[in-house]
């Protein structure tokens, strides 16, 4: 099981970026995706996550911080799920990770302290400064 985040940058103040994270070893449609950051000197902060197509209904769910200028999809044909991330501002500055929920049934949840996720990728950074 491997996940790869990539799409990370330097983008300015206002301006818009797309994360991808291209999953292998399992089938993605069947299983959970949730989005983490982790700015310099903070602890990790989930942000957003994906249900599953097959075993749920491809619900997408954001924490306030971010909802409403990114979004989650998926293209299970393709193995990828997608953050697309506008009206970047310097508090977005972070490495952004993506992982695999093997263990919720149902819905997917935001990861957290107390909601872990199965597997990690390797992270992607974005800096937004002008």
């Known amino acids: 099981v491997q996940l790869q985040a990539s799409g990370g940058g330097l983008v300015q103040p206002g301006g818009s970026l797309r994360l991808s994270c291209e999953v292998s070893?399992?089938?993605?449609?069947?299983?959970?995706i949730g989005w983490s950051r982790q700015a310099p000197g903070k602890e990790r902060e989930g942000i957003v996550c994906?249900?599953?197509?097959?075993?749920?209904?491809?619900?997408?769910y954001y924490t306030a911080s971010v909802k409403g200028r990114f979004t989650v999809s998926r293209d299970n044909a393709r193995n990828t799920v997608y953050l697309q991330m506008a009206y970047l501002q310097p508090e977005d500055t972070a490495v952004y990770y993506c992982?695999?929920?093997?263990?919720?049934?149902?819905?997917?949840?935001?990861?957290?302290?107390?909601?872990?996720?199965?597997?990690w990728g390797q992270g992607t950074k974005v800096t937004v400064s002008s």
């Open positions: 994906i249900s599953s197509n097959t075993r749920s209904d491809g619900s997408t």
């Open positions: 070893g399992f089938t993605l449609a069947d299983y959970h």
């Open positions: 992982a695999v929920d093997f263990t919720e049934p149902y819905y997917c949840r935001i990861p957290s302290r107390e909601y872990g996720y199965s597997v």
